[in-house]
């Protein structure tokens, strides 16, 4: 299977990244199998960091902003 490289740099997606398969009546779905995040005190916070090799950080504004104008 090949994934577009534009895709695989949004997803995070480096050599040796184990993704789960799976499907549904609407396609097949991809999925990242990673640990979830530790916690590291920043200041007073806690901050939940990735703990997964070339994990990437997602601006979910950013994110949301494109599909927003996806459609017309």
Not at 7 to 22: D, F, I, N, T, Y
Not at 31 to 50: D, F, Q, S, T
């Amino acid at each position: 299977m090949v994934i577009p490289a534009a895709v695989r740099e949004k997803a995070g997606l480096v050599p040796g990244v184990v993704l789960q398969v799976s499907m549904d009546d609407t396609g097949i779905r991809l999925e990242r199998v990673a640990e979830g995040p530790r916690l590291v005190k920043v200041g007073k916070r806690l901050v939940a960091r990735p703990r997964a090799a070339g994990a990437v950080p997602v601006d979910v504004a950013a994110l949301i902003e494109e599909e927003r104008n996806r459609w017309p």
